[in-house]
């Protein structure tokens, strides 16, 4: 995959390598704020990595239960900005939805580690009503431990700085659907999101999303989100994230790695003898 315009820095950098000391040129991943407005109205501001600018403002709004299809959506633009902003403006105008920028109680401020923007329990997340994910859906674990490589091979801004998580979605047979990466992991899951309401492909429910890094809360309610069955990544979840998943119906895996992995929450969507 090719890297998006402005999400790569290049710096001169000092390098000790066996003794020996180099001058040699650096990519940095770019961190720069994005603030989405709402009617012209400041929503939030994020700390994210450019690229896909629209999908994470389009995305945020679904994940954050602000809107619930793409037909909410009247426009989404990314303005052009004096030098000052850079271009870190997207601007949406919603239609058929009684949500109002100037009456938000909630502080949308959401740094790259930013934990679940708000959100302080899971009655908050029961109270949206959100739809249990398909049933149905299965995956082998021959597949599942396939999938960690796959990502790795496709993470073209990673490659080159190693320093970005990445949030991708895979059928049931391990075949790469969408990527996205951001320094933010719950930017590059935004921006998963916001592809797929905008593919229409909503929900996503034959899908894996497999996340760098650890299943943390906020991912959990993004994934539920989007109708998505499984979510799997390469680190721990936390408690309550386990707490989430196992009460609305998602398939929670950790510690995918090599051929191991561990099911926190509804294992019959990944072992056979369920």
Same mark, same amino acid.
């Given at each position: 995959?090719?890297?998006?315009?402005?999400?790569?820095?290049?710096?001169?950098?000092?390098?000790?390598?066996?003794?020996?000391?180099?001058?040699?040129?650096?990519? @940095?991943? =770019? /961190?720069?704020?994005?603030?989405? !407005?709402? +009617? *012209?109205?400041?929503?939030?501001?994020?700390?994210?990595?450019? $690229?896909?600018?629209?999908?994470?403002?389009?995305?945020?709004?679904?994940?954050?239960?602000?809107?619930?299809?793409?037909?909410?959506?009247?426009?989404?633009?990314?303005?052009?900005?004096?030098?000052?902003?850079?271009?870190?403006?997207?601007?949406?105008?919603?239609?058929?939805?009684?949500?109002?920028?100037?009456?938000?109680?909630?502080?949308?401020?959401?740094?790259?580690?930013?934990?679940?923007?708000?959100?302080?329990?899971?009655?908050?997340?029961?109270?949206?009503?959100?739809?249990?994910?398909?049933?149905?859906?299965?995956?082998?674990?021959?597949?599942?431990?396939?999938?960690?490589?796959? @990502?790795? =091979? /496709?993470?073209?801004?990673?490659? !080159?700085? +190693? *320093?970005?998580?990445?949030?991708?979605?895979?059928?049931?047979? $391990?075949?790469?659907?969408?990527?996205?990466?951001?320094?933010?992991?719950?930017?590059?899951?935004?921006?998963?999101?916001?592809?797929?309401?905008?593919?229409?492909?909503?929900?996503?429910?034959?899908?894996?999303?497999?996340?760098?890094?650890?299943?943390?809360?906020?991912?959990?309610?993004?994934?539920?989100?989007?109708?998505?069955?499984?979510?799997?990544?390469?680190?721990?979840?936390?408690?309550?994230?386990?707490?989430?998943?196992?009460?609305?119906?998602?398939?929670?895996?950790?510690?995918?790695?090599?051929?191991?992995?561990?099911?926190?929450?509804?294992?019959?969507?990944?072992?056979?003898?369920?």
């Amino acid at each position: 995959m090719r890297a998006p315009e402005r999400s790569v820095e290049l710096t001169q950098v000092t390098e000790w390598k066996d003794g020996n000391i180099l001058s040699v040129r650096d990519s @940095l991943a =770019s /961190e720069e704020p994005l603030e989405i !407005r709402v +009617g *012209g109205v400041p929503l939030t501001v994020t700390m994210r990595t450019p $690229g896909h600018d629209l999908e994470l403002a389009a995305g945020f709004l679904l994940t954050e239960g602000i809107i619930e299809s793409a037909e909410q959506i009247g426009s989404l633009r990314a303005p052009v900005q004096e030098n000052i902003h850079k271009g870190n403006v997207v601007e949406v105008e919603l239609k058929n939805t009684s949500f109002d920028p100037k009456d938000l109680q909630r502080n949308f401020f959401a740094a790259s580690s930013c934990g679940i923007c708000g959100k302080a329990s899971i009655n908050a997340i029961r109270s949206r009503g959100l739809q249990q994910p398909d049933r149905n859906f299965r995956i082998q674990p021959e597949i599942l431990c396939r999938l960690p490589e796959d @990502l790795l =091979s /496709e993470q073209a801004v990673f490659s !080159r700085t +190693g *320093g970005l998580h990445a949030a991708a979605l895979f059928d049931g047979s $391990g075949q790469l659907i969408a990527l996205r990466e951001d320094i933010g992991r719950h930017n590059a899951v935004d921006k998963l999101a916001g592809w797929a309401l905008l593919q229409q492909k909503l929900p996503l429910s034959q899908c894996v999303m497999l996340v760098s890094g650890r299943g943390g809360f906020e991912i959990i309610q993004k994934s539920l989100a989007m109708g998505i069955p499984v979510l799997a990544s390469v680190s721990a979840p936390s408690g309550l994230a386990v707490k989430l998943a196992r009460e609305l119906g998602l398939t929670l895996i950790g510690f995918l790695r090599g051929r191991r992995f561990v099911i926190y929450a509804n294992e019959f969507r990944c072992l056979a003898n369920n």
